[in-house]
Nanobody
Framework: VQLQASGGGLVQPGGSLRLSCAAS????????MGWYRRAPGKQRELVAH???????NYAYSVKSRFTISRDNAKNAVYLQMNSLKPEDTAVYYC???????????????WGQGTQVTVSS
């Protein structure tokens, strides 16, 4: 199983970016999917998470600005980021708990990370 993230880049403050992450390989089902980020000199933190049923939760710092969504048919998760601030600058990682087979326990997988830089 692999997670491939894309969509990062350089954007001015107040701008928007959309991150995408697609899972591929032997996948029976995906339980939860989420996005984390690690800013320079800081620990990795949860940005947003979405369950298989569509329940979402967000870090306080991104509420009302970021929206997480998923497409179960495509095994994909997205993060729409609006009103970006310099403090959103970080490497963003997608994460998913994936069950490879019907009787398998979900395992935790990480994408390779995509850089988001918010600067004028």
């Amino acid at each position: 199983v692999q997670l491939q993230a894309s969509g990062g880049g350089l954007v001015q403050p107040g701008g928007s970016l959309r991150l995408s992450c697609a899972a591929s390989g032997s996948i029976f089902g995906i339980v939860g999917m989420g996005w984390y980020r690690r800013a320079p000199g800081k620990q990795r933190e949860l940005v947003a998470h979405i369950t298989g049923g569509g329940t979402t939760n967000y870090a306080y710092s991104v509420k009302s600005r970021f929206t997480i969504s998923r497409d179960n048919a495509k095994n994909a998760v997205y993060l729409q980021m609006n009103s970006l601030k310099p403090e959103d600058t970080a490497v963003y990682y997608c994460n998913a708990y994936i069950r490879a087979g019907e009787d398998d326990v979900p395992l935790n997988y990480w994408g390779q990370g995509t850089q988001v830089t918010v600067s004028s």
